[in-house]
C-alpha cells in the first residue's frame, strides 16, 4: 500500500495491514481454519462484543481469499461462558446469515478442542439458538433447534426446460 494512503488512513483511525499478516498473527492467536462438511468456516474466537467488528465489510474479503480457493464460510465467535457461544456468519455465496448449522457445529467442537467451552453448548445466532453436542462416544456432532418457514415460490417450468 502506497505509504502516503496508509498515513492518511492512519489519521482517520483506520488500521491497515497485509492480509497474510493477519491471517498469521490470528492462526498464533484465535483463527481457526477448519473444514467441517462441505464448507470451509474460518472460526475467529474474540473476548468482545460481536457488535464491534464489521463482518459485512471484512467477510466478503476473506471467503474470496487466494488461501481459501474453494471460498470460505468466514464466522466470529464470542465465548460467553464454557455452555455458551454467540456467532455471526458470512456464508460464502449468500452473505450475513440468520443462522447456519455448519458454522455453528464447527465452532463447537473447535471450542471445545480448545478446552474453552464443554462438549454441549447453546449457540445463538442472529436467527436463534441452537443446542449442540458433540459427542465423546462417537465423535458425532449433532444439531437441535427450531425451523421456520422462509419463503414460497414457483419456479417457471421453462427454466427446466434444457436439462429435462
Given at each position: 500500500?502506497?505509504?502516503?494512503?496508509?498515513?492518511?488512513?492512519?489519521?482517520?483511525?483506520?488500521?491497515?495491514?497485509?492480509?497474510?499478516?493477519?491471517?498469521?498473527?490470528?492462526r498464533?492467536?484465535?483463527?481457526?481454519?477448519?473444514?467441517?462438511?462441505?464448507?470451509c468456516?474460518?472460526?475467529?474466537?474474540?473476548?468482545?462484543t460481536?457488535?464491534?467488528?464489521?463482518?459485512?465489510?471484512?467477510?466478503?474479503?476473506?471467503?474470496?481469499?487466494?488461501?481459501?480457493?474453494e471460498?470460505?464460510?468466514?464466522?466470529?465467535?464470542?465465548?460467553?461462558?464454557?455452555?455458551?457461544?454467540?456467532?455471526?456468519?458470512?456464508e460464502?455465496?449468500?452473505?450475513?446469515?440468520?443462522?447456519?448449522?455448519s458454522?455453528?457445529?464447527a465452532?463447537?467442537?473447535?471450542?471445545?478442542?480448545?478446552?474453552?467451552?464443554?462438549?454441549?453448548?447453546?449457540?445463538?445466532?442472529?436467527?436463534?439458538?441452537?443446542?449442540?453436542?458433540?459427542?465423546?462416544?462417537?465423535?458425532?456432532?449433532?444439531m437441535?433447534?427450531?425451523?421456520?418457514?422462509?419463503?414460497?415460490?414457483?419456479?417457471?417450468?421453462?427454466?427446466?426446460?434444457?436439462?429435462?
Amino acid at each position: 500500500m502506497d505509504e502516503g494512503l496508509r498515513s492518511e488512513l492512519s489519521k482517520q483511525g483506520v488500521f491497515t495491514v497485509k492480509f497474510q499478516d493477519l491471517y498469521n498473527w490470528g492462526r498464533r492467536r484465535s483463527v481457526w481454519p477448519l473444514q467441517f462438511g462441505l464448507a470451509c468456516c474460518a472460526i475467529a474466537m474474540i473476548a468482545t462484543t460481536l457488535s464491534r467488528y464489521d463482518l459485512a465489510r471484512f467477510g466478503p474479503l476473506l471467503e474470496n481469499h487466494p488461501i481459501f480457493p474453494e471460498r470460505a464460510n468466514i464466522t466470529l465467535a464470542h465465548i460467553v461462558d464454557r455452555g455458551h457461544i454467540t456467532i455471526r456468519t458470512w456464508e460464502r455465496g449468500a452473505g450475513l446469515t440468520k443462522a447456519c448449522g455448519s458454522a455453528a457445529c464447527a465452532t463447537a467442537v473447535a471450542a471445545a478442542r480448545l478446552k474453552r467451552t464443554n462438549r454441549t453448548v447453546t449457540i445463538s445466532l442472529p436467527g436463534g439458538d441452537l443446542a449442540i453436542e458433540w459427542r465423546e462416544s462417537d465423535d458425532h456432532v449433532l444439531m437441535t433447534g427450531t425451523a421456520d418457514f422462509e419463503y414460497e415460490g414457483r419456479f417457471d417450468p421453462a427454466l427446466f426446460a434444457s436439462v429435462a
